[in-house]
Structure formats: structure tokens, C-alpha cells
């Protein structure tokens, strides 16, 4: 299925639907001019409205972009299958491309902007001959806040739009917001070129890789997109505005763009306390973002505001606030069920899209693998192939998604729409890891955090194109989002400490070390609780840590392990285990990354990396948690 197909949507079909253009005169300009270039057969303005969304649902329905799933066990819900070479971002195909090379960094690929532009309109000429062209604004962020930011994509695909109606505040409200800051502007006299809205343009093309690429302009506010039709290289809110154009604002503007999650933990007292958390893509930050506590930990109440990026800035109190820009999940489906993830079964029960998953026989209903219930004896996998256990291949794919407006989500703040944010207590950094990190440890302080963070690792996985398993450096898991130069980044984490009186705590944790057999150690998901426990004691001063080379590591007396069955505490010391020989490895390891940063690298960071390796030539004092290290350096 694509959905590239020419349709005639408009006019007396829509019932009026689809013809209202907007009346920015910047907005309208750049959209007539994109439509002189790409030669639309018509071009389709979305309102966001309920109407509009059944509609643009049936139509794709009708064009075969979606199969309707059975209304009466999954209302609303749909299923879509991507083109088979095109099932997850594309990371070799992502350019920053600014002036310099040195502004994007070692970490970016890079081309010059000129170039880059007249190679891609080269492509987009013609592009969208017998398509339609859908525009779609939309908002980041809740509206009324001051860190909200307005995007327009102009796209060829249905699908697209569909999405980017479950995954951001689409349509008239986007337009309102727009037309405020216009007025702000002029009333202001504030003169800037810079656009007041991120253009996006984006085409399918025919879904060549050879002909993709995702290119983002960040001092034009500005992204292109063409060859794909997945996930994060064409929601053009997502990932690119949010993150890799957002990050760029952020570092100019002083707030901060970060792949995090947030959610809000009470406890029965009515403490409450917000956290945001950084894990790399595919590693947990749904599933963290939606937990359920154990038994043991009856009367706390885990709430989502966001599950994968955050928007942040000092307060006038001194801390700082975040907001969730999304409005929706474009979620990892394998391994969802009501074991790991009850609020994600429950969110994905209705108004959702699925992508790339398996379809069973009657087509009403879909699986994946992990899906609650039995496995079925036949189904039709992701490529629409027959499929049967014996096979031993996947049904669905590794990165099929599920695309759900946050509001089904039981466990949704409040705070998630509300305009000021919400005030940060800590920051978590995690990464994917068999061995060396343990289970959570804090930093010393907000530099030490920012080092910690900077030097983290990850195994990849299947949410970016490429192999899968390979520990790589992904500080602050923005590696692949990050727009502007790495070196600079950690510059601006360093001085945002300067507006901040009560800077967030920040921590380590690593949900995915194995022992010798590879078996995770950690039982994860709902007793990730007990790490967010001991985490929010540290907040308040209630818990003791033992101190360790790298950081401070729970007390076995300081964390609760009550009620759980199948855990020794002989994992948990396995789980909180510095090894020193193991930190040297990821002593060299860090290195590379910073060498590659060169002079952008903060004297700071490099200096923390010293200390590092000075700390793990002295075993602990009170030998606990450096037995290893003892044993390993004695001569
Ligand atoms: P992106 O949407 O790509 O940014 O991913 P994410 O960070 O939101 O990851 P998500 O929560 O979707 O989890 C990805 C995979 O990791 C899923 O297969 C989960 O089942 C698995 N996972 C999540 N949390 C845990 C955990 O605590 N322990 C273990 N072992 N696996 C987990
Ligand atoms: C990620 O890869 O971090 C995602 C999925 O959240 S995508 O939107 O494709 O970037
Ligand atoms: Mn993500």
C-alpha cells in the first residue's frame, strides 16, 4: 500500500471540506509557491475538525492507505502497511545543513544549504503531479504557553495527515496561534526575518531510497523531506521541529529541547513530584511514562504528561518547567500487553492507527509479538505474507507503531494541556546496556549530571534503519536529534545551570543489564517503581547512597524490594555493581566521542572525565560497592 494514489477528494465531494485557506500572508505565500514547485492536482487545507478526520479516514480507506479493523472489538481503528524498504528513520539520510559544517558537528551528517536545496527541488518539481497536496497546521506544545511553537507541512500523504492529527494539536488552533504571534510582531515592531512558523514540505517521490532524504534548515526554520513515508523522518512535528530544529531555538533562545518523557508521581501522602527521563529510541520511555506500581507501592499514582520529547525553560521560581509539545503517541507496539504496559492496551483499544503490524485472517483485528492471548495459528505478517508460527520469522515488525491521541491514555495528567508546565525535581539518563552501568546511580552535582549524561551509551534497535544491538555513544539520547554542533550542546546544558537556583537532580539507570545467561537481571516495567522510589527519596533527602567512582548507588537498606518474588539480593548487588575494569572500557569509549568534539568540547566535561579516571584508580572507602575494584587493581 502507498498512498500516493491521485484522488479526486474536493469542491462538491468534501461538502466544503478542505477549501478554507489560511489568511497569514507569509503562510499563504510560501504555500503558493511550494504548489508552483510541486504541481498539485489540488491541494487539501485541514481544519483539525472531527468532520474532516472521518472524511480523510474514509478516503484512505477508499484509496487503500487503511484497512477499517473491526469496529465493535477496536473502534476507530485502522491498519496501514508501509513500503517495505521504508520502516523506520533513516539516519544515514538526515542532514543538518547549516552554513558551516562545523555548526551541524562530527555528529551530523552535513551538506551545505544551498546545495541541499537545489538538489531537493530538483526532486520535489512535479512531485505532487496527480496527487493532492494537504496542508496541515499545527501546534507544538499546549496552547496559550509561551513555549508553544506553530509548523506547517505540506505533504503528499494521507497517511501523514492522519497521524499528524493524532500526534499534534492540528489545525484552526494552530492557525489562532499563529495569527497571535503575527500580532505580537507588529505590535511589538519586532523586526526579524525569522519565520514565524516551521515550513515543512514534504513528498513520498516514489519511495525510492535512493532518492530520500531529511533535511532540516534550522536557521530557516525550515525542513524537507522527500522518499519516505514512516514514522519520525516525515511527521515532520516530531522528531525534526521538536527536536532537531527545536534544539537549535533552544540553544539560541535559553530553554532546551530534549528526547524525554514526563510523567508525575504521587504519593499516598500527596507529595508530587515530576520527572523527565532521556532513554533512547526503543528503550523504555513509554513504558516508563505509563507505568503501573506494583502492590506493594498501592496508594501512588504514576501519570503521563509526555513520552518522548520535552520542552523545557527556568522558571521565575528558579526550577525547571516542562511541557509535553505532542498530543499523541507514536508508540513501539512489540511487547505492549497488560503485563508490561496496561495503560498502552488500553490507549491503543480505540482511535488508533497501527502500522506494520500482522493482520489476522478475518482482517477485523491485528497481533504482534508479545500481544496478550494466544499466538495465532495463521495471520498475514507486516508485508502481508502468509504467516505461521513454524516460520520463526516476525509477524509484525520490530518498529511497527501505533499512532493514539493521548487522551485515551487512562494514566494522562492533567498537566499534560496545561500552558506553564509543569517543575522538573529530577532528570533521568538511560541507555540499553548488558553490562558496566547499573541499575541507577546519581550524580554529584548539576556538571557531574551533565557528564553523566553526555557519555552515555545505548545498544541501537530497531527504531532507526541499520544493525541492531551495537552499543554506541547517544548522549542524552539526542544523538540522532540533536541540530546543531554535540560540543555546543553540552555547553548549553552547562549553562542553563546559571538560571536555574534548584536545578533537577540527575540520574542513571539501566533497566537492561543481563547476567551471564542473558536474562535481563531486572524485572523492569511496573518495578521500575522502586528505582523511581528511591529516586524521589534522594529528592527529599530521605535515602542513602553509597558513593562509587561513577556516582552514588542505593543502600540495599535504602531500597525497597519488598514483595518481590524471584529476585535475590544477589542480583541486586550484581544490579548496583561498579566494575572497575568495566568503567575503564567506558573511560576509552567516552573518549572517542569527546576527541571528535575538539575544541567544542566544555573544559568542564573534560575535566569531570579526569576525575573519572583518578576515582577508579582509588577503591572506595568503605569497600562495599568496589569490591571488584579492589580485586581488580590489586597488583
Ligand atoms: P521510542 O518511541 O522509539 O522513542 O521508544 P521508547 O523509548 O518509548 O521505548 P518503549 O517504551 O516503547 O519500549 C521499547 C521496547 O523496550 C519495548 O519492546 C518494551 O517492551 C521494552 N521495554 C520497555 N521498558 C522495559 C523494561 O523496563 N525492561 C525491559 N526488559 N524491557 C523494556
Ligand atoms: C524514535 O525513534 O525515537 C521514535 C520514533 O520516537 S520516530 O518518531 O520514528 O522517531
Ligand atoms: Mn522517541
Redesign the pocket.
Do not use: E, I, M, Q
Given at each position: 500500500m502507498n498512498s500516493s494514489s491521485p484522488a479526486p477528494l474536493l469542491q462538491a465531494a468534501t461538502g466544503g471540506l478542505g477549501t478554507r485557506r489560511p489568511d497569514d500572508p507569509e503562510l499563504v505565500a510560501w504555500i503558493d509557491d511550494s504548489i508552483a514547485l510541486c504541481r498539485p492536482e489540488q491541494v487539501f487545507y485541514c481544519d483539525g475538525s472531527d468532520a474532516e478526520d472521518e472524511f480523510l479516514l474514509a478516503e484512505a480507506c477508499r484509496l487503500g492507505v487503511l484497512t477499517r479493523l473491526d469496529p465493535q472489538k477496536l473502534p476507530g481503528c485502522y491498519y496501514h502497511r508501509s513500503a517495505q524498504n521504508d520502516v523506520a528513520r533513516v539516519e544515514q539520510l538526515t542532514f543538518i545543513c547549516t552554513p558551516t559544517a562545523e555548526q551541524a558537528g562530527p555528529t551530523n551528517h552535513w551538506t551545505e544549504p544551498g546545495e541541499m536545496r537545489s538538489k531537493l527541488r530538483g526532486m520535489f518539481a512535479g512531485s505532487m503531479r496527480g496527487r493532492t497536496m494537504f496542508v496541515v497546521p499545527y501546534l507544538m506544545g499546549p496552547p496559550g504557553s509561551p513555549l508553544a511553537k506553530v509548523g506547517v507541512e505540506l505533504t503528499d500523504s494521507i497517511y501523514v495527515v492522519l497521524n499528524m492529527r493524532k500526534v499534534t494539536r492540528m489545525g484552526e488552533t494552530a492557525l489562532r496561534h499563529l495569527q497571535q504571534l503575527r500580532r505580537l510582531r507588529l505590535n511589538d515592531a519586532i523586526k526579524s526575518d525569522f519565520p514565524l512558523f516551521n515550513r515543512g514540505l514534504h513528498s513520498m517521490l516514489d519511495l525510492d531510497p535512493a532518492r530520500r532524504f531529511i533535511c532540516h534548515f534550522p536557521q530557516d526554520n525550515e525542513i524537507l523531506s522527500v522518499g519516505s513515508g514512516y514514522g519520525g523522518n516525515v511527521l515532520l512535528g516530531k522528531k525534526c521541529f521538536s527536536l532537531r530544529v527545536g534544539s537549535y531555538l533552544a540553544q539560541s533562545q535559553g530553554w532546551m529541547a530534549e528526547?524525554m518523557?514526563l510523567l508525575a508521581a504521587e504519593s499516598p501522602e500527596g507529595e508530587q513530584h515530576y520527572i523527565a527521563a532521556a532513554?533512547?529510541?526503543?528503550?523504555?520511555?513509554?513504558?516508563?511514562a505509563m507505568m503501573i506500581p506494583p502492590a506493594r507501592f498501592a496508594g501512588w499514582k504514576i501519570r503521563t504528561i509526555g513520552?518522548?520529547i520535552a520542552w523545557m525553560q527556568p522558571g521565575p521560581d528558579g526550577r525547571l518547567w516542562a511541557v509535553n509539545p505532542e498530543s499523541g503517541y507514536?508508540?513501539?507496539i512489540?511487547?505492549?500487553n497488560s503485563g508490561?504496559n496496561p495503560n498502552a492496551v488500553a490507549t491503543i483499544s480505540r482511535d488508533t492507527i497501527y502500522t506494520n503490524v500482522a493482520l489476522l485472517e478475518d482482517e477485523g483485528d491485528v497481533w504482534w509479538e508479545?500481544k496478550d492471548g494466544p499466538v495465532p495459528a495463521r495471520c498475514a505478517d507486516w508485508r502481508g505474507e502468509p504467516w505461521t508460527p513454524e516460520l520463526g520469522t516476525k509477524a509484525a515488525h520490530p518498529n511497527s507503531r501505533f499512532t493514539s491521541p493521548m487522551r485515551n491514555n487512562p494514566a494522562l495528567a492533567p498537566e499534560a494541556d496545561e500552558a506553564r508546565g509543569v517543575p522538573i525535581s529530577a532528570i533521568i539518563f538511560g541507555g540499553r546496556r548488558g553490562d558496566t552501568v547499573p541499575l541507577v546511580y546519581q550524580s554529584r552535582d548539576w556538571t557531574h549530571g551533565v557528564f553523566l549524561g553526555a557519555t552515555m551509551a545505548s545498544e541501537t534497535?530497531a527504531?532507526a534503519a541499520g544493525a541492531v544491538g551495537q552499543v554506541r555513544r547517544d548522549p542524552m539520547a539526542m544523538l540522532p536529534f540533536c541540530g546543531y554542533h554535540m560540543g555546543d550542546y553540552f555547553a548549553h546544558w552547562l549553562e542553563m545551570a546559571n538560571g536555574l537556583e534548584q536545578p533537577p537532580l540527575i540520574f542513571g539507570v539501566n533497566?537492561?543489564r543481563r547476567d551471564t545467561a542473558g536474562k535481563?537481571l531486572?524485572p523492569?516495567?511496573g518495578e521500575?517503581m522502586r528505582v523511581l522510589k528511591w529516586i524521589i527519596d534522594r529528592c527529599e533527602g530521605r535515602a542513602d547512597g553509597n558513593e562509587t567512582a561513577i556516582g552514588i548507588v542505593p543502600r540495599r537498606e535504602d531500597f525497597d524490594l519488598a514483595g518481590m518474588t524471584d529476585f535475590s539480593e544477589e542480583n541486586f548487588r550484581r544490579l548496583t555493581t561498579v566494575d572497575a575494569a568495566e568503567w575503564n572500557r567506558e573511560l576509552d569509549a567516552q573518549g572517542e566521542l569527546f576527541a571528535s568534539l575538539g575544541a567544542h568540547l566544555p573544559a568542564e566535561l573534560a575535566a569531570e572525565r579526569e576525575q573519572l579516571r583518578q576515582r577508579l584508580l582509588v577503591p572506595a572507602a568503605d569497600g562495599s560497592p568496589s569490591d571488584d575494584a579492589v580485586e581488580l587493581l590489586s597488583p
Open positions: 528526547h518523557l532513554f533512547p529510541s526503543a528503550c523504555g520511555k513509554t513504558n516508563f513520552d518522548d507514536f508508540g513501539v512489540p511487547g505492549t508490561t508479545g534497535t527504531a533497566w537492561f535481563f531486572w523492569g516495567f521500575n
